[in-house]
Nanobody, 123 residues
């Protein structure tokens, strides 16, 4: 089992920066891909950013390229999402996800999920 716990979400102003953290525990050796998704009420879960755990290669949704950065800290078993120049449309419940395979941007390919952390961006 892989356990994920997100933290860092809060209310911020448009243009602010925020860093989300995802602590990974359990059978971390089974993890190949880590990713961040977000979801608003009544809408489908949306891919935000991903990283291949062993090598650090990253990939992003077009809507966040140049503003968000996903990274990892191996000794701390933690994945981060650095969010800069936040916009009101970034408001969502952000989820951390893990997959034992080389997953991409499809939510159904991820086997493990955190409970989510709320990010709210005011105008």
């Amino acid at each position: 089992q892989v356990h994920l716990v997100e933290s860092g979400g809060r209310l911020v102003q448009a243009g602010d920066s925020l860093r989300l953290s995802c602590a990974v525990s359990g059978r971390t050796f089974t993890t190949y891909t880590m990713a961040w998704f977000r979801q608003c009420p009544g809408k489908e879960r949306e891919f935000v950013a991903g990283i291949y755990w062993s090598v650090g290669n990253t990939f992003y949704a077009d809507s966040v390229k140049g503003r968000f950065t996903i990274s990892k800290d191996n000794p701390k078993n933690t994945v981060y999402l650095q969010m800069n120049s936040l916009k009101p449309e970034d408001t969502a419940l952000y989820y951390c996800a893990a997959s034992p395979y080389r997953a991409m941007d499809k939510a159904h390919t991820y086997a493990y999920w955190g409970q989510g952390t709320q990010v709210t961006v005011s105008s």
